[in-house]
């Protein structure tokens, strides 16, 4: 069973536009989340995270938001820009365990 | 630094062949991650080791993987026999503070594929 879902395995972006990328949990235990980006030919990178006890996290273009109720987390990057094409991981943990990662998601932002 | 270094990057095999990748952590780090990336599951831990001790194997498929880590800095994984359903991207990281998630550091991978 997949606990951290990514249903979209791919979304297309215009340059300077949002990219808007979307993850679901089935644990309402999590209580940390993260997002990783990886680059073709290299391992992933930490990006941004959040904390349950927040709702949103900003950090420069990257604003991650998390909806408990929802179970639901997404990453926004304002604008958008060709060097973030990549695929973006999101992750939780339970009490700072092991991270559960999703499926991914490819980001391909067009000039 | 270096960061972590995987060898080989690539590794192609016949199904039934023994199969060993190898991972060379950042020097100073006290945890060793080995994960699994495929297309339908995403990254999967199969085990990760702390001051060269296996705390968590629950992600290991099966008894045909086997993982060790010989001294503080160096760790293989294993894989015999190997089948097709083994042919996955497989990632080794490393932390300086155990789980400290946003610490981890990801080697460039080594793409198995198994005929």
């Known amino acids: 069973d997949q606990q951290v879902k990514q249903n979209s395995p791919s979304l297309s972006v215009q340059e300077g536009r949002i990219s808007i990328l979307n993850c679901d949990y089935t644990?309402?235990?999590?209580?940390?989340f993260l997002w990783y980006k990886k680059y073709p030919a290299e391992g992933p990178t930490f990006l941004i995270s959040i904390s349950s006890i927040k709702d949103k996290n900003e950090d420069g273009r990257f604003t991650v938001f998390l909806n408990k109720s929802a179970k639901h987390l997404s990453l926004h990057i304002v604008p958008s820009q060709p060097g973030d094409s990549a695929v973006y991981f999101c992750a939780a943990s339970l009490q700072g365990g092991k991270l559960i990662f999703g499926q991914g998601t490819e980001l391909s932002v067009k000039p | 630094d270096a960061g972590v270094i995987q060898s080989p990057r690539h590794e192609v095999t016949e199904m039934g062949q023994e199969v060993t990748l190898r991972c060379k952590l950042i020097s100073g780090h006290n945890s060793l991650f080995w994960y699994r990336q495929t297309m339908m599951r995403g990254l999967e831990l199969l085990i990760y080791f702390n001051n060269n001790v296996p705390i968590d194997d629950s992600g290991m498929p099966e008894d045909r993987f086997s993982a060790k880590m010989p001294n503080a800095s160096f760790s293989t994984l294993k894989i015999q026999p190997s089948e097709p359903r083994d042919s996955a991207v497989y990632f080794c990281?490393?932390?300086?503070?155990?789980?400290?998630?946003?610490?981890?550091?990801f080697g460039s991978g080594t793409q198995l594929s198994v005929l």
């Open positions: 990281a490393s932390s300086p503070e155990g789980l400290a998630n946003e610490k981890l550091f």
């Open positions: 644990n309402s235990m999590f209580d940390y």
